[in-house]
C-alpha cells in the first residue's frame, strides 16, 4: 500500500497562474481532505470530501476548489493564485467510523511570487 | 465554536528528560481527542488517541489522559529521545459528518542528545 501520495512535491507559481494538486490515496477510505499549514498556525481545513461526487467547503475555502470524481482521487484547484496562498499543503483521507484516525500525504510546498 | 490551544514552542530538552506539552479544548459536545507527530520533512502521523473522558492514549513510551473537569488532554513521556525531536499537534473529532479535525497550533519538540 502506498497510503496517501501527493502530486507535485514542489511547486513555484507566478501571481495569476493556475494550477491543480492531486491526491491519490489506496485505502478505500470515504473520507478526504485538504489542509494548508502555515508557521504557528497549526493546520486549516479548505474542503472534505465524504464521497465520491461529493464536496463541502472547510474554514478557509476561499480561492480554492475541489473535485471527487472517483473515490482514491481528490483534486485541489487554484484558479487565480495570490501570495497569501504560499503554503505547505496536506492531504488526508479517513474511514467514516466515529473517531478513525486520518492518513496524511508528505505534503505539497507551494511558493507563490 | 470548537478550538485547541497547546503551549508555544520551541521546547527544548536534554535527552532522557521528562515531556509535558499542554493541551486544552473548548467543544459544543463530547470530542474525542488526538495527538499527532510531524517529523521533520513529512506528513503528520497519529501518536495516540482518547475517545471519552478519564481514558488514557498511549503509544511509543507517549501517553496523555482525557481530562473532560479540565478539558486538557497533556502529552506526557518520561525519558524523551532525540528521535523524538518533531512537532507535536493536539486535535479534537466530534464525529459529526466528515470526521473533521480541529488541530492547535503545533509544538515544536527539540531533543539535544
Known amino acids: 500500500n502506498a497510503g496517501v501520495t501527493q502530486t507535485p512535491k514542489f511547486r513555484v507559481l507566478k501571481t495569476g497562474q493556475s494550477m491543480t494538486l492531486l491526491c491519490a490515496q489506496d485505502m478505500n477510505h470515504e473520507y478526504m481532505y485538504w489542509y494548508r499549514q502555515d508557521p504557528g498556525m497549526g493546520l486549516r481545513l479548505i474542503h472534505y470530501s465524504v464521497g465520491e461526487g461529493t464536496t463541502a467547503k472547510g474554514e478557509v475555502p476561499d480561492g480554492y476548489n475541489v473535485s471527487r470524481l472517483k473515490k482514491q482521487n481528490f483534486l485541489l484547484g487554484l484558479e487565480s493564485a495570490a501570495p497569501s496562498q504560499t503554503s505547505v499543503y496536506f492531504c488526508?483521507?479517513?474511514?467514516?467510523?466515529?473517531?478513525?484516525?486520518?492518513?496524511f500525504g508528505p505534503g505539497t510546498r507551494l511558493t507563490v511570487t | 465554536g470548537n478550538s485547541v490551544t497547546q503551549m508555544e514552542g520551541p521546547v527544548t530538552l536534554s535527552e532522557e528528560a521528562f515531556l509535558t506539552i499542554n493541551c486544552t479544548y473548548t467543544?459544543?459536545?463530547?470530542?474525542?481527542l488526538f495527538w499527532y507527530v510531524q517529523y521533520p520533512g513529512e506528513g503528520l502521523q497519529l501518536l495516540l488517541k482518547a475517545t471519552k473522558a478519564d481514558d488514557k492514549g498511549s503509544n511509543k513510551g507517549f501517553e496523555a489522559t482525557y481530562r473532560k473537569e479540565t478539558t486538557s488532554f497533556h502529552l506526557e513521556k518520561g525519558s524523551v529521545q532525540v528521535s523524538d525531536s518533531a512537532v507535536y499537534f493536539c486535535?479534537?473529532?466530534?464525529?459529526?459528518?466528515?470526521?473533521?479535525?480541529?488541530f492547535g497550533g503545533g509544538t515544536r519538540l527539540m531533543v539535544k542528545p
Open positions: 467543544a459544543t459536545g463530547y470530542p474525542s
Open positions: 486535535a479534537l473529532s466530534l464525529g459529526n459528518a466528515g470526521n473533521m479535525l480541529t
Open positions: 488526508a483521507s479517513s474511514y467514516f467510523r466515529d473517531s478513525d484516525e486520518q492518513y
